[in-house]
Structure formats: C-alpha cells, structure tokens
C-alpha cells in the first residue's frame, strides 16, 4: 500500500492560508499487464487470430493503465478503401486480451498521449502524434485461431473473427481527446480494440503529405494513447435455501 502526504487547505485568514496535513492512502491492485499476445503467431503459419498486444488480467477492485500508439484512422477508415460496416483496420489499432475473475463493472478511460516512442518497420525510433481522436469497441472472448484480416467491424460482429462477438462501443462522434465508458460484464475473457476516428472530410490527405500542415498532422501517422481500466466488483445476492415443505396434515 502506498502512502501519499499532502497539504489541504483549509480557509483563508488576513492573507494567511491555514492548512492541515492529510494522508491520501493509494489502494494497491493486483492487476496483471503484459506486452504479449496470449496466443502468438506461429512464424509463416496462418495461425494465432486478433495480433493481441496487451494481455491484462483483473480481479476484484483493480485497475491498470498502459500505453501504446495506433494510425491515425485506425477504428474508422473511410471509404474507399474501407466500405461499411469493415471499416476498422486491424494492422494499425490495438487490440488487448482482457481476463476478468470476477463479474465486474468495468470502467474504460482512454485519452490521447504525447511522447509515446515506437519504432516503424524500417527499425528507426519516433515520436508517435498527440492528435489522437480516440474510440474503441469491445467484444466477449478471444480470438486465437485462424488468420487474421484487415479489417473488422467496430461496430458488430466479424466473420473472419468467429470467437469473439460485440458487446458495445464508444465512436466518440463528437471528437473529444479524452473518452469514457462503464458496462457491467460477467467473469471471462473480452477483447478491447482501440484505434483513431477523426471527424469525416470530404477529402483526406496522402499518407505522405507534410506533417507541418494541421490536417495532415491530425489525418496521418501513428499517434499515441493512454488506457486506463478499473474494475468494481459486483455484489451478487446469495441464494436463499428453499424451506423445507411441511408435511400435509
């Protein structure tokens, strides 16, 4: 358990701030929260389904936080090429494998996140975009067979993803940077997919336009997030043991 001392400021007298010393005491959680894929691709085999890249397991009133970047685009690409309801593109969201032990209310908070460091396919390191108009789905279960696709359903079920179904989502219409979302869940595994939904343009830069220029900046690119997940526990009612009959007189 962590322990935090802070000062509380009390009132104001003659110009004098009086304060009082309080203690804020910090729970400890026993989330787990790994940079894996619970099931991971065989090399040149078509195996290992949804490329998960967190794999987080909660139990009780737990929380855990973890960054990670994703295309600017990624949750809602636009037509053409994407055509709907596929409009999600599975390469450049992020998708975490999550494990509840205990039927839970989860809350998930996911806000946009300068600074994040990753490196792209030639092998050199970048500063990921802080532009991200965040939103994500989720979905019962996960998928660990079969290959993988481009695209998916943010908004539904996917074919080529016959192990998980859709639960909800947060489209984030209105473009904030920062969303949140509570939804009551039963113990067992789920699958958060977050990625980019930037409001819809007649016309979209070129994926190698100058990212001087604000539209081509906030369109293109990786761009950094942060996710926060805490779970609430649910009270369950026990069951009450029927009466015995009484015997017939």
């Known amino acids: 358990m962590t322990v935090r001392r802070g000062l509380k400021v009390q009132k104001i007298v003659g110009g004098l701030v009086l304060a009082s010393m309080v203690v804020v005491v910090k729970p400890s959680y026993s989330a787990s929260v790994v940079y894996a894929d619970p099931m991971p691709h065989s090399e040149g085999a078509c195996d290992g389904g949804i490329p998960y890249h967190w794999t987080v397991n909660m139990n009780g009133r737990d929380h855990a936080e973890?960054?990670?970047h994703v295309g600017a685009k990624s949750w809602n690409e636009p037509a053409p090429p994407y055509e709907p309801p596929y409009t999600g593109w599975t390469h450049t969201s992020s998708w975490t494998a999550l494990e509840l032990k205990e039927p839970s209310l989860l809350e998930i908070k996911v806000e946009r996140q300068g600074g994040v460091a990753y490196r792209n396919n030639a092998g050199n390191y970048l500063t990921a975009r802080d532009h991200l108009v965040p939103a994500f789905s989720i979905y019962?279960?996960?998928q660990n067979s079969g290959c993988e696709q481009h695209r998916y359903n943010?908004?539904?079920?996917?074919p080529w993803a016959y192990e998980i179904e859709?639960?909800?989502?947060?489209?984030?219409?209105r473009g904030h940077d920062v969303i949140t979302y509570r939804i009551r869940l039963d113990a067992g595994k789920y699958s958060l997919v977050i990625g980019g939904s930037p409001k819809p343009l007649e016309e979209y830069p070129a994926n190698n336009c100058d990212a001087v220029d604000t539209v081509c900046h906030a369109y293109t690119g990786r761009h950094g997030y942060e996710a926060q997940l805490t779970t609430f526990p649910l009270k369950?009612?026990?069951?009450?043991?029927?009466?015995?009959?009484?015997?017939a007189k």
């Not at 859709?166 to 219409?173: F, S």
């Not at 026990?238 to 015995?244: D, N, S, V």
């Open 66 to 68: 973890f960054v990670w």
């Open 140 to 142: 019962s279960g996960w």
């Open 154 to 158: 943010n908004a539904g079920n996917t």
């Open 166 to 173: 859709y639960i909800g989502n947060e489209a984030n219409e």
């Open 236 to 247: 369950i009612k026990p069951i009450k043991p029927e009466k015995p009959a009484k015997p």
